[in-house]
C-alpha cells in the first residue's frame, strides 16, 4: 500500500490520468462527429474528463489530496458502466445495431481501465495508520 501512497507514484499515476482523459476526450469527439450524439449524452463525458484532469491537477500539486481524483475515477466507472449497460441491454433483446455492439466491446474495456483506476485512487486515499 505504501507504493500506491508514494509521492512518485501518485504523480505517475496523475499524469496518466490526464493522458487518459485527453484520449476520452478525443475518441468520444471523434464518436459523437462520426455517428452523432446529443449534448446532453456528450456533456457527461466531458465532465469525467473535466474531473479527472481537475483531480490529476490537485494530485499533483499535494500529492496526499486524491480524493478528487478518486472522485474522478468513479464518476467516469459509473458512466462506463452505464454507457455499456444500455447497449448491454439491446444487444439481449434484440434491438442492438452493429454500432452499439461493436461501442459495447470498447466500453468494455474502458470500464475494466476505470475500476481499475478507481480502485488504485480509493487506496490512495485512504488514510494513513496511525504511528504507535
Known sequence: MARVKSSA??????IA???????????ETAYTVQYGQALLGLLPDYLADLLLI???????KD???????????????????RAWAWRFQSVMDGTANAVDQGTMV??????????????LTLLMALPDKPQA
Not at 507514484?9 to 496523475?14: I, K, L, P, Y
Not at 481537475?54 to 499533483?60: F, K, Q, R, Y
Not at 500529492?63 to 458502466?81: D, I, N, P, Q, S
Open 9 to 14: 507514484f501518485v504523480r505517475r499515476f496523475a
Open 17 to 27: 490520468s490526464c493522458c487518459l482523459a485527453g484520449i476520452h476526450f478525443l475518441l
Open 54 to 60: 481537475w483531480g490529476s491537477v490537485v494530485a499533483l
Open 63 to 81: 500529492h496526499k489530496a486524491t480524493g478528487v481524483l478518486c472522485g474522478a475515477w468513479g464518476f467516469t466507472l459509473c458512466l462506463h458502466y
Open 106 to 119: 470498447v466500453l468494455a474495456s474502458t470500464m475494466a481501465v476505470s475500476a481499475l483506476c478507481f480502485l
